[in-house]
């Protein structure tokens, strides 16, 4: 079992930044690909970004060049920097976990789930 504790949400004006953690406990977590997902009020959970073990990583175009993923597996942490908020990225964020996928972007690929982050943009 891995248990995900995200952190770091809050309530931020347009533009500002935010970073957002996730905090892995349980078996070796260096062995997981983990990622962020996002879901807004009234639609789908949303794939964001991934870090897998080998240090590759991806971002999902809506947010490319605005946000950035890494991971700390010594301190069993990845995080997730938000810059340039937009409105449109108000959602609760999500910190997954999974020892292969076939997709990182398809969230029942994951078996580890944190239980969300509320993050809210005001224009």
């Known amino acids: 079992q891995v248990q ?33 997902f996002r879901q807004a009020p009234g639609k789908e959970r949303q794939f964001v970004a991934h870090a897998s073990w080998g240090g590759r990583t991806s971002v999902a175009d809506a947010v490319k060049g605005r946000f950035t993923i890494s991971r700390d597996d010594d301190r069993n942490t990845m995080d997730l ?16 976990a999974a020892r292969e996928v076939s997709s990182v972007s398809q969230e029942m690929e994951y078996d580890y789930w944190g239980q969300g982050t509320q993050v809210t943009v005001s224009s």
């Not at 952190?7 to 990622?35: E, F, I, K, N, P």
């Not at 938000?82 to 964020?93: C, F, G, R, T």
Request: charged fraction near 15%.
């Open 4 to 36: 995900l504790v995200e952190t770091g949400g809050g309530l931020v004006q347009a533009g500002d930044s935010l970073r957002l953690s996730c905090a892995a406990s349980g078996r070796t977590v260096s062995d997981y690909l983990m990622a962020w």
């Open 81 to 96: 920097h938000l810059n340039s908020l937009k409105p449109e990225d108000s959602a609760i964020y999500y910190c997954a």
